[in-house]
């Protein structure tokens, strides 16, 4: 049976997190580990790209006990959408699940949130496992955090549903695409910045070919990665208060996703900007002393691209800003950092923000 690399105290449950190569072949049997009687169906929540790579994989460890169904959406954020959510739920519909079956989310964040939103709302909520096969879903498979997004801003529907297990099969990651290894990088620089300075020293050292880390080097650095998580979600699940940490970078990311266009730039190229913005927003309104050129000249080697895109203009992007969850009473707030490892969360002026922002795009 596979080792559980750490264990989430949510306020419904406790639940595992795995986190090996090959776990997918296991999969059946960690469920049945998980000490709950069989479930009547399994649903495979899957996209385009990773159901014909794994999905077959995962299905063959379940030996005909259950009903077993695959459901695959397009790849890619434009899935995070009331259409998807409604065919997902028809599809479960139609497949007859009830409240004794299970929703296996594999893939990366967008399967892992759509489908643990579908999870969180069928007959108003039945078990689901996420099996992360994205660098950046080492961050959303953990937490509870489920929805999809709006025109109007990211994530604005959804639920917090924790899962019943994590099933993190770091093999599935060498398919991924460069790019997608920057964005997943992004979070785990997240969590360097906000709690664990010292994974920041890890990517420099150990990071040095995007795509080609070695697995032990990737299981410990994502099991360091998620430590900072959970330590988070563990003291405030629902984000009454220092959950909010955790949106370091998002404030300006998720406004840029949405105004730019849902998939334009990956979440994780958002949040590359986003935290580089706070970063400076930090110098201004706290009179931090961050090294932001130092925060640049690394994100340069690993191949990001800071630049606010030119298509989005600082009102609107301001506009977006306001509606984003942490916002109260029309004033954005910011998480912000007084030093490394050292966040806190403050009401901006949208003048002070349209100003840096005006700077940053040399308007
Ligand atoms: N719930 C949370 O706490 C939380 C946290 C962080 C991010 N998110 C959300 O996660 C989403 C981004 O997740 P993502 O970056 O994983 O995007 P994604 O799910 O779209 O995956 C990125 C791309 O990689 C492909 N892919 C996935 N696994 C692959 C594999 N093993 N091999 C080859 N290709 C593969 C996908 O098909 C997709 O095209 C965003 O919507 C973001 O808002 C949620
Ligand atoms: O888990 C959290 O809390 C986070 O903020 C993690 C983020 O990386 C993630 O993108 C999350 O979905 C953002 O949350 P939101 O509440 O701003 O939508
Ligand atoms: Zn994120």
């Not at 929703?103 to 892992?112: F, M, R, S, Y």
């Not at 290894?181 to 910045?193: C, N, P, T």
């Not at 990071?207 to 070695?214: F, I, K, N, T």
């Given at each position: 049976m596979a080792e559980r690399a750490?264990?989430?105290?949510?306020?419904?449950?406790?639940?595992?997190?795995?986190i090996a190569a090959g776990l997918r072949h296991q999969t059946a049997d960690i469920l049945k580990g998980l000490g709950k009687s069989t479930f009547s169906a399994v649903l495979i929540v899957t996209d385009e790209t990773v159901g014909p790579l794994y999905a077959e994989e995962v299905a063959a460890s379940f030996a005909d006990e259950q009903p077993l169904y695959i459901c695959t959406l397009a790849a890619g954020e434009q899935s995070k959408s009331m259409e998807t959510y409604?065919?997902?739920?028809?599809?479960?519909?139609?497949?007859?699940?009830?409240?004794?079956?299970?929703?296996?989310?594999?893939?990366?964040?967008?399967?892992?949130?759509?489908?643990?939103?579908?999870?969180?709302?069928?007959?108003?909520?039945i078990d689901y496992v996420q099996m992360p096969t994205t660098l950046l879903a080492h961050d959303s498979s953990v937490g509870g955090k489920t929805g999809i997004n709006h025109p109007l801003g990211k994530n604005l529907i959804g639920a917090f549903h924790p899962p019943a297990a994590v099933i993190y099969d770091t093999e599935t990651l060498y398919t991924l695409?460069?790019?997608?290894?920057?964005?997943g990088l992004a979070e785990v620089i997240k969590h360097g910045w906000i709690q664990d300075p010292e994974l920041l020293k890890v990517i420099k050292d150990q990071w040095l070919d995007l795509s080609a880390v070695p697995v032990d080097v990737l299981n410990d650095t994502i099991r360091q990665s998620i430590q900072v998580k959970a330590e988070i979600v563990q003291l405030d699940e629902r984000e009454a208060g220092i959950r909010a940490f955790l949106n370091f970078g998002h404030t300006l990311g998720h406004a840029i996703e949405a105004e730019a266009g849902y998939g334009t730039l990956t979440h994780g190229e958002a949040v590359a900007i986003g935290m580089d913005f706070a970063m400076k927003l930090s110098g201004k309104v706290l009179g931090s002393s961050l090294d932001s050129e130092a925060y640049n000249e690394e994100m340069i080697r690993l191949g990001y691209d800071l630049t606010i895109p030119a298509s989005c203009e600082p009102e609107t992007l301001l506009a977006h800003m306001k509606r984003d969850k942490k916002a109260a009473e029309q004033k954005v707030r910011f998480v912000l950092l007084q030093e490394a490892g050292?966040?806190?969360?403050?009401?901006?002026?949208?003048?002070?923000?349209?100003?840096?922002?005006?700077?940053?795009m040399t308007i």
């Amino acid at each position: 049976m596979a080792e559980r690399a750490l264990e989430i105290r949510s306020e419904s449950h406790t639940y595992p997190i795995y986190i090996a190569a090959g776990l997918r072949h296991q999969t059946a049997d960690i469920l049945k580990g998980l000490g709950k009687s069989t479930f009547s169906a399994v649903l495979i929540v899957t996209d385009e790209t990773v159901g014909p790579l794994y999905a077959e994989e995962v299905a063959a460890s379940f030996a005909d006990e259950q009903p077993l169904y695959i459901c695959t959406l397009a790849a890619g954020e434009q899935s995070k959408s009331m259409e998807t959510y409604y065919e997902l739920m028809t599809f479960a519909l139609n497949c007859h699940l009830d409240r004794n079956s299970v929703i296996v989310a594999l893939g990366g964040g967008v399967v892992g949130d759509a489908a643990g939103f579908a999870a969180a709302t069928y007959m108003r909520g039945i078990d689901y496992v996420q099996m992360p096969t994205t660098l950046l879903a080492h961050d959303s498979s953990v937490g509870g955090k489920t929805g999809i997004n709006h025109p109007l801003g990211k994530n604005l529907i959804g639920a917090f549903h924790p899962p019943a297990a994590v099933i993190y099969d770091t093999e599935t990651l060498y398919t991924l695409p460069e790019k997608e290894w920057r964005s997943g990088l992004a979070e785990v620089i997240k969590h360097g910045w906000i709690q664990d300075p010292e994974l920041l020293k890890v990517i420099k050292d150990q990071w040095l070919d995007l795509s080609a880390v070695p697995v032990d080097v990737l299981n410990d650095t994502i099991r360091q990665s998620i430590q900072v998580k959970a330590e988070i979600v563990q003291l405030d699940e629902r984000e009454a208060g220092i959950r909010a940490f955790l949106n370091f970078g998002h404030t300006l990311g998720h406004a840029i996703e949405a105004e730019a266009g849902y998939g334009t730039l990956t979440h994780g190229e958002a949040v590359a900007i986003g935290m580089d913005f706070a970063m400076k927003l930090s110098g201004k309104v706290l009179g931090s002393s961050l090294d932001s050129e130092a925060y640049n000249e690394e994100m340069i080697r690993l191949g990001y691209d800071l630049t606010i895109p030119a298509s989005c203009e600082p009102e609107t992007l301001l506009a977006h800003m306001k509606r984003d969850k942490k916002a109260a009473e029309q004033k954005v707030r910011f998480v912000l950092l007084q030093e490394a490892g050292v966040p806190l969360v403050r009401p901006v002026e949208d003048d002070t923000i349209l100003d840096l922002l005006k700077e940053e795009m040399t308007i």
